[in-house]
């Protein structure tokens, strides 16, 4: 009989051997024909099948707002740093990806895991967030350095106001807007987050779109796929940041001594 050598690698998510790509099974004729768009591309590939529509439209809508937030964030500055150090496309891109992390962007999973684990037990907001206070952790997903309950994060707005009128549920939506409630009685800028934002919808993108079974959000939430929504944004706005570094000849740029404590 045949004797089949084990292979090195497994791999279930594309396939180019045949006549033409495949996508977690999905041939890239029909990817075009159909009119798939970048968030059918996502579920294809992150989540290995085809998501509805209002869920495809809600994973482009956080590719969109996620893509930039000026010059002075973190994950842009370090590429514009980077950028004028002369340095190419790739390295200036990744200087500034790597800012993004559990301070910057990087707090989506985060959220969706302890917004998850505090809703499903029926934890009140109090109970969750002081209890985060005991073990010395901030709340992935509440807080900003500008934003605050005066200046709101329209990013942040318009999250919700797309899944309140397109999702089956908001229920983790609701539950982490009850733990801003209670955040903001303790500081002005201790809102919601874009971060906290997705991390919360997304578990209702999960588990209201009847796609997935509870093991799998388990699994996606436990691995954490999120934070690679906001990789994936910001990188749009990071090789912009690249280019226009370049394209303005800027030269190398050095840290003014006066803006540095010089202290024993
Ligand atoms: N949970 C509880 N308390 C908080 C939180 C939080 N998430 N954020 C701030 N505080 C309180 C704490 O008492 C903090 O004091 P500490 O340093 O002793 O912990 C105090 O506010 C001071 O915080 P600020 O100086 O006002 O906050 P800062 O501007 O330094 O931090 C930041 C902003 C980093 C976003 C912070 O709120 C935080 O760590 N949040 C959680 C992580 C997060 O969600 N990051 C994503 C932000 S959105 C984005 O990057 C796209
Ligand atoms: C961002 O999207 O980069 C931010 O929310 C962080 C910031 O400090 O503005």
């Not at 934890?123 to 969750?128: A, S």
Request: proline share 4%.
């Amino acid at each position: 009989g045949k004797v089949r050598a084990p292979t090195h690698i497994i791999s279930t998510i594309s396939d180019d051997r045949g006549e033409e790509p495949c996508y977690a099974g999905v041939p890239m004729s029909s990817i075009i024909e159909q009119g798939y768009g970048v968030g059918d591309v996502i579920s294809l590939l992150w989540f290995k099948r085809s998501l509805p529509r209002y869920c495809t439209k809600f994973i482009e809508i956080c590719i969109m707002l996620c893509a930039d937030h000026g010059p002075c964030v973190s994950g842009a500055h370090n590429t514009i740093v980077t950028a004028r150090a002369g340095k190419d496309l790739v390295s200036s891109l990744v200087s500034g990806l790597l800012t993004i992390g559990p301070r910057f962007g990087g707090a989506i999973d985060d959220a969706a895991r302890y917004f998850k684990d505090a809703c499903d037990r029926n934890l009140t907001p109090y109970e969750f967030v002081e209890g985060m206070k005991k073990k010395g952790i901030r709340v992935p997903g509440i807080g900003h350095r500008i934003k605050s309950r005066d200046n709101r994060d329209k990013r942040v707005e318009l999250l919700q106001k797309f899944a309140r009128s397109n999702f089956p549920s908001v229920k983790y939506m609701e539950y982490a807007v009850t733990v801003e409630s209670y955040t903001l009685s303790k500081a002005n800028n201790l809102v919601l987050n874009v971060d906290g934002a997705i991390g919360s919808l997304f578990l209702d993108l999960l588990a209201g779109s009847g796609m997935f079974t509870k093991q799998e959000i388990d699994e996606i939430v436990q691995i954490g796929y999120l934070n690679g929504l906001f990789v994936l944004a910001r990188s749009i706005g990071l090789i912009g940041h690249t280019f226009d570094q370049k394209r303005l000849k800027q030269p190398l740029y050095r840290h003014p001594w006066e803006d540095v404590l010089y202290t024993k």
